[in-house]
């Protein structure tokens, strides 16, 4: 069955420093792969996409994500991170008419 | 432009009380889907109608029943409340690019 695994339940990062958050995925063919923010009292919202094509994908305020289809992998990452991106991230993996999200990690940022 | 509204957004029920869930879209979107949220356990479907006039099970249907309005308005219904069902509810439109656009959520606590 198809399943996404974020592995890090919560992260804390300083505000400067870089942050990867992992995901890993198991899907049959080739993926679509996405990545959602949600802020504590807020639905979720995309940060990114992966359908095809490059797989280094750029999405909003600042974070990237990069698809390694040999380590089943769609890592986001960010070279600094401010205070604001504190939130619950989640990865999600598309099957037909559903997608399928990850548990998702709390990403905590200390001054 | 609202997007995709939910209401309400707070309810305590009694077990075994009933209540409907409202979710109404403004995005012209053919899929809708129903999510519940618990910690540690990210995004589970309930049910999803991928267009008009269908609806379909998800990951956690037991104890909940939809309904699809119309285009714009997809409703869950849980006729007798349990505990379990303590949660919070995300409805969720998703477009052609299988991009998905969520409610600000409805907080429901059963006692």
């Known amino acids: 069955a198809q399943s996404v695994t974020q592995p890090d339940i919560h992260i804390t990062v300083s505000e400067g420093a870089s942050l990867e958050l992992r995901c890993n995925y198991s899907?049959?063919?080739?993926?679509?792969l996405f990545w959602y923010v949600q802020s504590p009292g807020q639905g979720l919202q995309l940060l990114l996409k992966y359908f095809s094509g490059d797989t280094l994908v750029q999405g909003i305020k600042g974070f990237e994500a990069e698809f390694k289809r040999s380590q089943s992998s769609f890592n986001l990452r960010k070279p600094s991170v401010h205070w604001s991106d504190a939130a619950e991230y989640f990865c999600a993996v598309v099957w037909g008419f559903k997608t399928i999200f990850g548990a998702g990690t709390r990403l905590f940022v200390k001054a | 432009n609202a997007g995709v509204t939910q209401t309400p957004k707070f309810q305590v029920l009694k077990t075994g009380q009933s209540m409907t869930l409202q979710c109404a879209q403004d995005?012209?979107?053919?899929?809708m889907y129903w999510y519940r949220q618990d910690p540690g356990m990210g995004l589970r479907l309930i049910y999803y109608?991928?267009?008009?006039?269908?609806?379909d099970k998800g990951e956690v249907p037991n104890g909940y029943n939809v309904s699809r309005l119309n285009k714009r308005e997809f409703s869950l219904r849980l006729e007798s409340a349990a505990p379990s069902q303590t949660s919070v509810y995300f409805c969720a439109t998703q477009e052609a690019k299988n991009i998905q656009y969520f409610g600000a959520g409805t907080r429901l606590s059963v006692l």
């Open positions: 109608s991928a267009s008009e006039g269908t609806t």
């Open positions: 995005m012209n979107h053919n899929s």
């Open positions: 899907y049959g063919a080739t993926p679509y």
